[in-house]
């Protein structure tokens, strides 16, 4: 049985909201064992903007898919406070995945036959503690392009429907893969404005991993990665507003 | 309240129109196919239930020379016997003055007051007989309606050598004949054979019967009607010296065995045809789902981040089957009933009932839907396991390049160096995407099995009609006499004005056995040279009578299992009875009823008959006036009993049996077409969309889309023509099996010319195909290629 509990916030307390021990990833290719997360451990703090850079390949988006429960570690553990993903069932990730967790893509992931509205209906209707959707749409300023499909969203509208869909399930945790990589430079940056809002707005926990080193400066604590290794971990004592990071 | 993932589907479903309209079409014949046999099944079955019990019909029939009733008891006391009616029953002309040639009847005699009786019945139209007229008859429904007869009318009837006037009081049906048969033929004729009922009494007094019977008729024990034989055999032991001619159950009655077939032969179709189509459509509807599942890869890894379980992605993808499903199965009950309601509006044509309605039996619609629906989610089974499988991270990832090893064929180097660039492609593609070439040769199969099965038994009615009705009887008339004759009648039909020629026959009722087999029927003994009647083996090689010894239909060889060289004993059912021993020297082949033959002489002698005949065969010039003439004088021949008209039998059998069933044959051709055509498009366009890139390119680089679409057709046609080609011997064995399982003692369904069968339906194989790929072609053209140069894999 599932035992999430979302009672306690935590902000820089010593009680983690996510913890890795040692935590390893080999994908089998074959005859060849590559080893993309080696000896990872680490622990993420409720209500912290934590971004996770590094440069391709380093094992970024496998380290953020253990943690939002799309896959399991070959090797050491994993907590989302007292639950351990690492022993989860697929039943029981399916159903943190569906409680605790807010996803943002690179490229949306959105359902193309389906209006913005919907696509963020999509993300509600299994919640148990959903936000109405209209207020989703509003607080990533799409109320008037509600019923627009995909196509006929820009890339930017169509990213912030996706957060829309991510945060309209109040999660505790929520995790942006390169939420700017397919954007252009004005609107990464009115992306990571709202990203940083809703921060503030609804105290969710968000764990951001990018390429891009110079989106670090908005981060709480960055931690750097390197051939699947942590190789630097380090808090930021005076994070910068989006609007102030250039690239 | 709709969810939002429903209205994701149902978008999907418009978008997918064609398609699935395709699939939808090949789900709604299987079950149309289903609902339609099932119906007409039930619409059959039921009616000859009712009508059985309505008329109380017979469990069995003997017939005798002559039995005094008063004989009869023994008979009634027989353990299993419940009841026993005796009656008379003769073969007469019936003399109509607006028909120009002389027409057959059956009379049959009934208690002159209204009674319970076995055979009973049903009037449609005047009344029973009253006590106004002694000579008052009722007239079978069909024949009256085909001839305008109403109450009140008259009709002459050739009755025991005297011409009689008969005062209709009445139409009726009978159970017993609710597939009426005049004899030697094999399709209801009303316009040349009518059944009329007269008052016993009136009977006896006309036939020289006071007193006695000519035929018995009896209900057994419900235990006993399984097997009537014993209780026959013992019948026709108390009856011998009364000279039994035939002992007849209810299986072997001529009506109800070709209405039994029909049921039985519906409830055998209703399970094959319907499960050709639905596993079809399985296939194909798997095919596309497939193809849904991994090009909505992203969505459903997307769905699975967001916390969708398996069960719910399944379910909606189930959901995308059991909407075709349902569609298809809707669709399939509303054919299904129309189709029922053609057929069964074909079997009022054949068979007849007091009332023969198209019902609506909810039971087979719901099972119809429930199948539909079934086999829609049973057709997503694949695909959606597939959605269920894919891990929520591997399927945001970008996808694997395709496996693009070498294939087995590869290797046979010599073969392969051979081949173009573009066979190259094609033939890599049909073996990598196994999944939906086995789909395509599986649909291609079953399209061109049904097809082939469909034409071959087109051609087999008529090879049948044309082998039995124009090469092995020849005759323009065949005139029966009520009673042997001697030579000189054969001389007297010889000078009927408009004869041409004129053969004498001798038909001997007997009984032939051989070891413990036996069987109840007849030699034909022919003149030696005659040519109206021509027995032929099966490669239509003519089978001379020679002059001692017996020719048998090769079935009723084997019914006998006696070969050529054998002997068998043949027991007269008439005349003296003496069992004598004949040889077996001739084996023909016949596709109407167990046919023996002999020379005329020689079955005279077997036993022991001064030269006599039975009927005579006429080959009658064209001449209309000399034709009036001869009808006119035949009309008048108190000696004949019957006259049959080789030309009006082949008529009937054309306008009935043969143009039916080609509009039947011509709608399974066509719902094979479907299959085809559906498996087809399907396959090309869900190929087309995976590969919109691939098209993009070669017209980038200046194929054109011909060329573009010339890949596409290769790929089809190779699967389509291999499925075609692996049908065809399905399509024989089902031939095959069918003639098996439809072969009575009243017709065998020849297997004719398959070779060119099988041509015609690999070229409507290539055609349906072809028609498909029209579509594809067409969506080639249609394809924007530079924004799908743009499409993210």
Redo the contacts between chains.
């Keep these: 049985m599932l035992r999430l509990s979302m009672t306690t916030s935590h902000n820089g307390s010593a009680t983690p909201l996510v913890r890795l021990e040692d935590v390893g990833k080999t994908y089998h290719m074959g005859e060849l064992d590559v080893q993309v997360v080696r000896h990872v451990s680490l622990e993420i703090y409720a209500g912290e903007l934590l971004v996770m850079v590094g440069p391709s390949g380093s094992g970024k988006s496998t380290l953020l898919n253990i943690l939002g429960g799309l896959d399991r570690p070959s090797a050491g553990r994993v907590w989302f406070r007292d639950l351990e993903l690492s022993a989860c069932s697929r039943r029981e990730l399916t159903r943190f995945r569906r409680e605790a967790v807010g996803f943002v893509f690179q490229f949306y992931n959105l359902v193309p036959n389906l209006t913005a509205r919907e696509n963020v209906l999509v993300s509600t209707e299994i919640s148990s503690t959903p936000m109405d959707v209209d207020r989703a749409l509003a607080l990533v300023g799409l109320t008037d392009r509600a019923d627009h499909f995909p196509a006929q969203l820009s890339g930017g509208e169509q990213q912030r429907v996706a957060i829309a869909r991510a945060v309209a399930k109040n999660p505790e945790l929520l995790l942006c893969d390169e939420p700017t990589g397919a954007l252009d430079y004005e609107t990464g940056k009115r992306i990571l404005r709202l990203l940083a809002d809703l921060r503030q707005q609804l105290g969710t926990t968000v764990l951001l991993i990018t390429h891009n080193a110079a989106i670090a400066h908005m981060a709480d604590r960055v931690v750097r990665l390197r051939s699947g290794e942590v190789v630097e971990v380090h808090a930021n004592p005076a994070p910068l507003a989006p609007e102030e990071i250039e690239w | 309240m709709v969810?939002?993932?429903d209205?994701?589907l149902l978008?999907?479903l418009r978008?997918a129109g064609l398609l699935l309209a395709a699939i939808a079409s090949i789900l709604a014949i299987g079950v149309a196919m289903y609902v339609a046999l099932g119906t007409a099944h039930r619409n059959l079955s039921h009616a000859q239930q009712r009508y059985y019990a309505r008329c109380r019909m017979a469990d069995f029939w003997i017939e005798v020379k002559k039995v005094p009733l008063s004989e009869l008891e023994p008979l009634a006391r027989l353990p299993a016997v419940v009841e026993i009616q005796p009656r008379l029953q003769s073969l007469v002309t019936i003399d109509m003055e607006h028909a120009e040639q002389p027409l057959n009847g059956l009379v049959l005699s009934l208690p002159d007051q209204r009674t319970k009786v076995i055979n009973d019945i049903v009037l449609k139209r005047g009344s029973y007989f009253t006590l106004a007229r002694q000579n008052e008859a009722i007239v079978n429904e069909a024949f009256a309606r085909r001839h305008g007869l109403r109450p009140g009318q008259a009709l002459h009837v050739i009755l025991n050598n005297r011409r009689q006037e008969l005062v209709i009081v009445g139409t009726a049906v009978s159970s017993e004949f609710t597939y009426l048969v005049g004899p030697g033929s094999i399709v209801p004729d009303p316009d040349h054979f009518g059944v009329c009922y007269i008052k016993q009494s009136f009977a006896e007094e006309v036939l020289d019967f006071q007193g006695s019977a000519n035929q018995v008729l009896g209900r057994l024990a419900p235990a006993a009607r399984a097997r009537p034989q014993e209780v026959l055999r013992r019948a026709e032991l108390l009856l011998e010296e009364y000279g039994v001619f035939s002992a007849t159950p209810l299986a072997e009655q001529s009506s109800h065995r070709f209405l039994a077939n029909e049921i039985q032969g519906l409830e055998a179709f209703g399970v094959i045809n319907p499960a050709i189509f639905l596993a079809v459509a399985v296939m194909v509807l798997n095919v596309l789902i497939s193809r849904l599942v991994d090009q909505q890869r992203?969505?459903v890894?997307?769905?699975?981040?967001?916390?969708?379980?398996?069960g719910?992605l399944f379910w909606h993808f189930a959901k995308f089957g059991l909407a075709v499903g349902t569609a298809g199965g809707l669709a399939g009950c509303v054919l299904g009933h129309l189709l029922a309601e053609a057929m069964t509006a074909l079997y009022r044509l054949f068979f007849e009932f007091p009332t023969l309605h198209n019902e609506f039996y909810g039971r087979a619609h719901l099972m119809g839907l429930l199948l539909g629906m079934a086999c829609g989610v049973m057709g997503t089974t694949y695909g959606a396991r597939h959605a269920v499988r894919l891990?929520?991270?591997e399927a945001?990832r970008p996808r694997a390049p395709q496996r693009g090893g070498a294939i087995a064929l590869e290797r046979v180097r010599w073969l392969w160096r051979r081949l173009s660039f573009g066979w190259r492609m094609t033939i890599r593609n049909v073996v990598r995407q196994r999944l939906r070439s086995a789909a395509g040769i599986f649909a291609a199969a079953m399209g061109s099995c049904l097809a082939m099965n469909a034409l071959l038994l087109a051609r087999a009615s008529e090879y049948m009609v044309h082998f039995q009705l124009e090469r092995v009887q020849r005759s323009d008339l065949d005139l029966v006499f009520r009673d042997a004759q001697g030579l000189e009648a054969w001389d007297e039909a010889r000078r009927l004005p408009g004869v041409d020629h004129a053969e004498p026959v001798f038909d001997l009722a007997c009984t032939l056995r051989h070891g413990h087999r036996s069987h109840k029927g007849g030699i034909q003994g022919l003149a030696a040279g005659a040519w109206l009647t021509m027995p032929r083996d099966a490669s239509g090689q003519r089978v001379r009578i020679p002059p001692w010894g017996l020719v048998l239909a090769r079935r009723l060889a084997e019914k006998l299992d006696v070969q050529r060289g054998g002997w068998v004993i043949v027991e007269p059912t008439q005349g003296l009875r003496r069992p004598v021993r004949a040889p077996v020297v001739e084996i023909t082949d016949s596709y109407l009823g167990m046919a023996a033959y002999a020379d005329l002489r020689y079955l005279n002698r077997l036993v022991g008959e001064e030269l006599s005949i039975t009927g005579v065969q006429l080959s009658v010039t064209p001449e209309w006036g000399l034709r009036r003439q001869l009808y006119r004088e035949l009309k008048q021949l108190p000696a004949v009993q019957a006259v049959a008209a080789r030309a009006d039998m082949i008529r009937t059998v054309r306008d009935t049996l043969v143009k039916n069933q080609r509009v039947f044959i011509g709608l399974l051709v066509l719902f094979s077409g479907v299959i085809f055509f559906g498996s087809v498009l399907n396959s090309s366009l869900v190929s087309l969309a995976e590969r919109e890139r691939e098209v993009a390119t070669l017209l980038v680089v200046g194929y054109t889309p011909w060329q573009v679409g010339g890949l596409f057709l290769r790929e089809s046609m190779l699967t389509n023509l291999t499925g075609t080609v692996l049908g065809l011997p399905l399509g024989y064995l089902l031939s095959v099996g069918i003639t098996i399982a439809y072969d009575t003692e009243m017709f065998r369904i020849p297997v004719v010319d398959p070779t060119a069968i099988g041509l015609v339906t690999l070229c409507l194989g290539m055609a349906f195909g072809l028609l498909a790929h029209a579509c594809v072609q067409w969506s080639i053209f249609k394809l924007d290629w530079l924004e799908a140069l743009k499409t993210?894999e």
């Design positions: 969810s939002v993932l209205r994701k978008r999907e978008g992203v969505v890894g997307t769905l699975k981040a967001l916390g969708y379980t398996d719910e891990q929520p991270a945001m993210k």
